[in-house]
């Protein structure tokens, strides 16, 4: 296949969306400073920003369920023995949940040392429980009727596989295309063949959607970034800001510090390399505040890195609803956050159990907008902080969930690319690969023909 000549293509994918991320924040803190509480404010940002933002998000939720399912299947038939299935399965999910637990421990560690919930204001306390009451009743009744217990992994083994896509339970469909993956393994080439054929069609046509989705991207991120800084600008951040800063600290941490150490040690990967190549997911990542929308992105920056397609397609998908160290950390902080907050003292004891807890909830939780907050509100209630005191977060919940979801993804990156290391792939640590804004992301049809081309072994 001929090189893309990637200079007639202007601006970057991921300079555009940075561009749009400036232009939404600069408009939406001056309209909130200047035109607050105002009806035609109000107006614009529930009839034309949140509109526009979410047909962006839309899309990439779109096609998340055929692009999990036909890259898990692929993944797994591409594998083959079923040996091979199982050693990169125990790889994955020991690396998730090491690099999980590690986060949650780092986001206790600092939260023990600066002891932010001591220094709120009781009158700051009292306003935001009284704001944001109502949404906090709404998340615990939701935790209530969520019980976390033997039965949440009962159900990820899906009676109606259909159901469970509609309903966008995202573990029961990545168990039901493992089971589906390891079954055309199991029987002839002749009659796995037609299938596979298929789900590879899906497979490319899902990558055509991608580019039309990003197309749109700019303006997509620009006018979610409005809507957020709009209605809030950053009084709420002023209220919380220790909790804030400490928050998105330990995050910079993990994502700075602890992700580009592991990729130089366990997968030979520099940490320019490591950011320069994923900076399109990184900022779709933060943009969108869900490792499902970002999924499409991650898989390809992996095969940037010269990942093979079938490890490819079965780790990010995996990474995408079981991995997230961001949603870790940020629960071990909150809980202790609020512990302090409401003077209820946690013991060594009770800290490990919100280590463990914080592990397992972050494998649970979806990878939505705030799919951690009713899994919070179990683990507060289970170490004896009130769950109504979520309602302190949720004014400022937005931002760290968007910072949040930047670590989880990154994680999933991580994980794939040290994967791949330890099955003896050779990982491209150049940048001279074409750049995946300039080609997938701004010409679909450019990306179907690559990915069709790849499969052939073009």
């Known amino acids: 296949m001929q090189p893309v000549d990637t200079a007639r293509r202007g601006i970057p994918l991921h300079t555009k969306i940075l561009l749009g991320l400036l232009i939404g924040t600069i408009a939406g803190v001056a309209a909130n400073r200047l035109w607050r509480d105002a009806p035609g404010l109000i107006w614009a940002v529930d009839n034309v920003a949140q509109p526009v933002g979410q047909v962006f998000l839309r899309m990439l939720f779109m096609i998340v369920v055929p692009l999990v399912f036909a890259s898990l299947t692929l993944g797994v038939a591409a594998l083959g023995d079923l040996s091979r299935v199982g050693r990169i399965g125990a790889k ?29 204001d009781p009158a700051v306390r009292t306003a935001l429980l009284a704001e944001y009451a109502p949404q906090a009743s709404e998340k615990v009744q939701t ?6 217990g033997i039965n949440t992994f009962v159900n990820i083994i899906p009676r109606n596989p259909v159901d469970a896509a ?15 993956g390891i079954a055309l393994t199991r029987i ?5 063949g037609p299938v596979i054929r298929v789900l590879d069609g899906i497979s490319e046509a899902v990558t055509v959607i991608i580019g039309f989705a990003m197309k749109i991207a700019p303006v997509g991120v620009a006018a979610l970034i409005f809507s957020v800084t709009a209605r809030f600008g950053f009084d709420v951040l002023r209220s919380v800001g220790m909790y804030v800063v400490m928050v998105l600290l330990g995050l910079a941490i993990h994502q700075f510090a602890v992700i580009p150490t592991l990729a130089k040690v366990l997968a030979g990967v520099g940490p320019g390399v490591l950011f320069r190549k994923g900076r399109a997911m990184m900022v779709t990542a933060f943009s969108t505040s869900s490792s499902s929308a970002t999924l499409p992105t ?68 979806a990878g939505v907008p705030g799919g951690s907050i009713p899994l919070l509100v179990l683990v507060l209630e289970m170490v004896g902080v009130p769950g109504e005191g979520i309602a ?15 670590p989880n993804v990154t994680g999933d990156l991580l994980t794939t690319l040290v994967v791949a290391r330890t099955e003896g792939v050779t990982l ?5 690969m074409p750049a995946m804004d300039s080609v997938p992301a701004e010409d679909p049809e450019i990306s179907a023909e690559a990915t069709a081309a790849t499969r052939r072994g073009v």
């Open 92 to 120: 994955t999910i020991g690396f998730f949940l090491l690099t999980t637990a590690f986060a949650a421990a780092l986001g206790l560690l600092l939260v023990n040392t600066v002891r932010p919930g001591e220094a709120l």
């Open 143 to 148: 935790a209530e009727t969520n019980e976390f």
């Open 166 to 180: 509609a309903k966008g339970e995202m573990l029961p469909v990545i168990f039901f295309a493992l089971i589906f």
């Open 188 to 192: 002839s080439a002749e009659a796995a």
């Open 298 to 365: 991650t898989i390809r920056t992996a095969e940037q890195f010269g990942v093979p397609k079938e490890i490819a397609g079965f780790v990010p998908p995996l990474g995408a609803t079981m991995n997230m160290n961001g949603t870790a950390l940020f629960e071990g902080m909150t809980v202790l956050f609020l512990a302090q907050v409401f003077g209820v003292n946690l013991s060594i004891g009770s800290q490990l159990l919100v280590i463990a807890m914080s592990v397992i909830t972050a494998v649970g939780a």
């Open 392 to 406: 302190l977060i949720l004014g400022v919940d937005r931002i760290l969930d968007m910072s949040r979801t930047v």
């Open 428 to 432: 491209d640590t150049s940048d001279n």
